[in-house]
């Protein structure tokens, strides 16, 4: 799940970055409106944090405008005005959440999971066929057997699951998995799609993933 | 009472005493034209009695002398009554002679049984009203005197009042009905005309109710003539204005302040929960910690400030003034701020009065300039100078700072000494300031009444200049 926080505080964009990345995000940074305008409409992102007071364009405008180009990406607003009148202003500019600054890492996270929920999804949890991932723990089960996933394998699993039963190019598995800072070099997806098929086979989940030649991958729930 | 009904009230009030006072004179002006008629009817009567009779009021002897005139009356009376059977009105007189004591010794036969009413002991002639049989005359009562002028007896002559009783009563009765009816007019017109005229005061209140402390943006509406109520409009909505204005900037700071405060606070917590959701090197324990510690560092500055702030707002600082060396308080504080502008490479230079000595707090005085001064450093380029001058201009000392920096756009000058404000408006750290400094500068040179100005040129540099009150 790849996410862009557009946030002027340097300290802030910080530790949010790494707290994130340590959740298996794939985190970009805009450090003012302009430039988190424009990496929202280049880049496919799964989730926007915006704070409302950075230079250049305000957060709310660049909300606006995200919301203007037709795009139903989930946005967060992530800043220190508190005021009911600014909440109201925040959600009917556009946004899915509202966050008061200073928060828990803790609940910014679980809102993030729950902005990040299919539609016919009661809870975090993510499941095909007899394989389960629970994103919270970061742990992966093939009917009770435990998997253990590197970060990257793991957010891979994760993307995959998420939208199964749909063909996943490599080129959108670069763009949600992997940050604004990896080189487009795709063979890389290839090497990590083996490692996994390999994990998944041992623990009994074997042809999962299936590969659509030419194209990417697809889970498929049956 | 309402205002509409008061001044109704009271205008009604004077205006029916007026009327009243109107009224009465008329009545007795009326009153006394009619009676003058027939006191002179009365007179020309005796006057002709005595011509008759070839007497005058002041050669009395006899009563006898009037006999033969008052049968001839009696005659005259019988004729004329008798002659006017069925026609007009008989115009007739009575006549009574009485002696001082106020026996009757004769009457004009008219009289019948009646007399005319006796006032004893009058020594000059008087008029009175009476009656006889219910209608009412008009009575004069002349004293007789003999040639020694002592009063013999009196003749009264009377005529019938007639038509000008009912005048009069009537005019009285028109007074009285009318007056309650004018009065009650009066109040009613006037309440109307006040209530039309007081009309833009309710809408003044109409919209003073509407109004609320979040929602300030309402303003009366201005009546078309230049008066009292649209001066009372004007100067209300002027009110408004600046308690939005005030509300506004109070709201700002609020917001400000708390952005100011929960970014640092936002980035300890969060820094620390991030860093205790899992086991890591020690190293980078430290290495973020050492990063909260100066985000908190940044944080006491800043609580520091707002305290400093809110302490010279309330106005509860006493500023200690007394004669200060302007320039061993300039040397001081350029040899506190010398580390930090060494490290930019920048130099003080002091020029102008080398004993000028200013009345100031001392304390308060050094942290203006200390502000000032950091903040020159701050936005100066590396290798360029700070200039101080202190200079006499009439009786005022001024001390000017101008730095070689970035400038200030004109239109933003006005601005700089607002709280929380920067020039920068991206607000980001990189700088380290709050835009409380020059907050706190303005609010220390209020308290000594020392006047701040500051001038500025783009990409050549700022002057804030010191006018110290003269001494």
Known sequence: ?222 | MSLRNRIAFYYTVTSAFLIAIVFTILYFMVQSIVYKQFDEEINSEVSEIFSDAHVTSKDFTSFSRFKNFIDDKEVNYRETKHEEKGTAKVDTEFIQLVDNNGLVINKSANLARNFLAFIPAQTKTIYINSSINNSMIRQGQLPLLNKKGIIKGYIIVAVPLKNAVIVLHDLQNVFLFSFPGITLTLFIVTRLIAGKSIAPIKKVIATAEKMTQTNLSQRIELPHHHDELYRLSATINALLDRMQDAFQREKQFTADASHELKTPLAVVKGTLEVLVRKPREKEQYEYKIQFCLLELNRMARLIDQLLMLARYESNKMNPHIEAVWLRSLLETVTVRLHPIALDKEIGFKINGIEKAAVTADPAMLEMILENILSNAIKYSPDGSAITITVEQKMRTLICSISDQGIGIPEEKLHAVFERFYRVDESRNSSTGGFGLGLSIVKRLADLQKIKVGVTSAKNQGTTFALTFPAT
């Open chain 1, 1 to 222: 799940m790849r996410l862009l926080i557009i946030e002027d505080e340097a300290g802030i964009a910080g530790f949010l970055k790494d707290g994130l990345e340590e959740e298996y995000f794939a985190v970009d940074i805009a450090f003012d409106g302009k430039n988190g305008l424009d990496l929202a409409m280049t880049n496919d992102y799964d989730l926007i944090i915006i704070d409302w007071m950075i230079p250049a364009i305000s957060g709310i405008e660049v909300c606006r405008q995200i919301r203007k180009s037709g795009s139903l990406i989930p946005i967060m607003f992530l800043t220190a005005k508190d005021t009911l009148e600014d909440v109201l202003f925040g959600l009917e500019a556009g946004a899915n959440d509202y966050i008061k600054k200073p928060f828990a890492f803790e609940e910014l996270l679980a809102r993030i999971r729950v902005q990040l929920r299919n539609k016919n999804q009661s809870d975090d949890s993510l499941s095909a066929g007899t394989l389960n991932i629970n994103p919270g723990t970061h742990q992966v089960f093939c009917d009770s057997i435990e998997i253990t996933l590197t970060p990257k394998e793991f957010a891979l699993l994760e993307y995959l699951v998420r939208n199964k039963d749909k063909v996943c190019t490599r080129s959108r598995i670069i763009e949600h998995v992997w940050d604004i800072h990896f080189d487009s070099d795709t063979s890389v997806i290839d090497v990590y799609i083996t490692f996994l098929r390999r994990k998944l086979e041992n623990a009994g989940c074997g042809n999962l993933i299936q590969t659509i030649r030419g194209v990417g991958y697809i889970i498929r729930e049956s």
